[in-house]
Structures are given as structure tokens and as C-alpha cells.
């Protein structure tokens, strides 16, 4: 049995469409650098500057991503008290929500406005109004 559609609240979509959202993080990050040092050729390393350059660049990384982090919680706390519309969407359906953002939480980094007992990504949302 095929499956072309799927249908839900918000309408049709696409049975496979939809794409996962990927991010390299810092436990991405830290695979490889650990898989670099086991393999390297023991007869001749990796320098001392290329290792601390390859840590400042992951350090400079995370810190920006914690700045980023900060900036969304600013931009979710400034919602409260508005009306917005979202568009939420996961591999089975698309859920349109509309209402006054109650409060903001964040959870493993990941911003998110509370609409009518709902958690909506904070990039889901796509009209703010008074």
C-alpha cells in the first residue's frame, strides 16, 4: 500500500516532504577532532597550532551559538502579551495556531512561545499583532 498524501489539521501535504532540520554541533564537533587524534600518523602529529587553532575556531562557534541563544530568548520574551499566528508542522500534519503568547521557555537551547497551552518554535511563527 502506497501513502502519496497525508492529511491533517492545516491540509494536504506530501508524504515524504518534509525535511529534518540538521545542525552540527559541538558533540559533532568534538567526534571528529577525537576521530583526527586517533588517527593521526604517529610519526608526525598534528602541530601544536593547528590543534589550538581547531579549539579557538570551536570555541569562537559555541560562543556565538550562547550570543544566538540569548538574542531569541530577547526576541520570545519581547512576543509576550501579542497575538500571533504559527505555522506548526512535524512529519504527519500542519497545525495553524493563533493566539496571545503567555510565556516563553526555552529547552535545550530552543526558544519557544506558549500559545494556548502550546509550545511554538519560535521560528514557526509567522505574523506578531496587537
Known amino acids: 500500500m502506497e501513502i502519496n498524501n497525508i492529511y491533517g489539521i492545516g491540509g494536504q501535504i506530501p508524504y515524504g516532504s518534509q525535511t529534518k532540520e540538521s545542525t552540527f554541533g559541538k558533540e559533532d564537533f568534538l567526534k571528529i577532532l577525537v576521530a583526527q587524534l586517533q588517527n593521526q600518523d ?27 541563544s540569548g538574542f531569541d530568548f530577547l526576541k520570545g520574551v519581547s512576543l509576550t502579551g501579542k497575538n500571533i499566528l ?20 526555552i529547552e ?6 506558549v500559545v494556548n497551552d502550546k509550545r511554538i518554535k519560535i521560528s514557526d511563527i509567522l505574523e506578531v499583532y496587537e
Not at 45 to 59: G, H, K, L, R, V
Not at 108 to 113: E, L, P, T
Open 42 to 68: 604517529p610519526l608526525s602529529p598534528m602541530n601544536d597550532t593547528e590543534f589550538i587553532a581547531q579549539m579557538t575556531q570551536f570555541s569562537m562557534a559555541e560562543e556565538i551559538s550562547k550570543i544566538n
Open 86 to 105: 504559527a505555522k506548526v508542522s512535524n512529519a504527519y500534519y500542519t497545525e495553524y495556531v493563533e493566539g496571545t503568547v503567555e510565556k516563553v521557555s
Open 108 to 113: 535545550k537551547g530552543q526558544v519557544y512561545a
